[in-house]
């Protein structure tokens, strides 16, 4: 079946640091997806790519359709306490399910 | 607007029982998903609909059956639960086609002793 490597798994960061993960597939996508879970709650979604070399923001995140159809990356800018959380990546292929990353678990220090 | 509903929210199960996850969404929409979230394993899909009165198996469907009587519900069944099925289960839905995204409910955790 279709793998997706997430990495890093976690991260430590300043309050007002950039921050980026990535995504990577053994099989072409035609949908990125990007997703944060909060403590306790259903993910959440961030942002949908659709287009190979798609480049989307929302807020302080952008996040992008690699042009392999491949891999995706999601940055943070300036990040803030509320950030915290585990940031999911999911691809949709030819098999139309959704496949998720393992998660980016993501602390914020002050 | 209520989106993707779950319940029950918790729940522990001995050995042996059986238990139905019921999720519910008013959106609407044509496909419904049950995941399965473990440490360090993000969601893994068990089993999921792509209509009314239709199932098909995901990435981890064993010891589970589901059921979509009704386009709005979707219904996860345990029969015989076991420890290996202490998890948080999520329900998730989406438009029909390939260019959409899935909405999620809160979860249900569950813990088989």
């Not at chain 1, 287009?51 to 940055?75: M, V, Y």
């Not at chain 2, 044509?30 to 792509?50: A, K, N, T």
């Not at chain 2, 009704?70 to 999520?90: D, R």
């Amino acid at each position: 079946g279709q793998q997706l490597n997430q990495s890093p798994q976690s991260m430590f960061i300043q309050e007002g640091e950039d921050v980026s993960m990535n995504c990577t597939s053994s099989s072409i996508f035609n949908t990125w997806l990007w997703y944060k879970q909060d403590p306790g709650e259903g993910p959440v979604l961030l942002i949908a790519l659709y287009k190979a070399g798609e480049l989307t923001s929302n807020g302080r995140l952008t996040a992008q359709f690699g042009i392999t159809r491949k891999d995706s990356f999601l940055n943070i800018s300036a990040s803030i306490p509320s950030d915290v959380g585990i940031y999911f990546c999911a691809g949709r292929g030819s098999a139309r399910q959704l496949t998720f990353g393992s998660g980016t678990q993501l602390t914020v220090l002050p | 607007n209520a989106g993707v509903t779950q319940t029950p929210k918790f729940r522990v199960l001995k050995t042996g029982q059986s238990m139905t996850l019921l999720c519910a969404q008013d959106m609407n929409h044509e496909y419904m998903y049950w995941y399965r979230q473990d440490p360090g394993m993000g969601l893994r899909l068990i089993h999921y609909s792509v209509g009314e009165g239709t199932t098909a198996k995901g990435e981890v469907p064993d010891g589970y059956n589901v059921s979509r009587l009704k386009k709005q519900n979707f219904l996860l069944g345990l029969e015989s639960a076991a420890p290996s099925q202490t998890s948080v289960y999520f329900c998730a839905s989406s438009y029909l086609g390939d260019y959409t995204e899935a909405f999620f409910g809160q979860g249900t955790r569950l813990t088989v002793v």
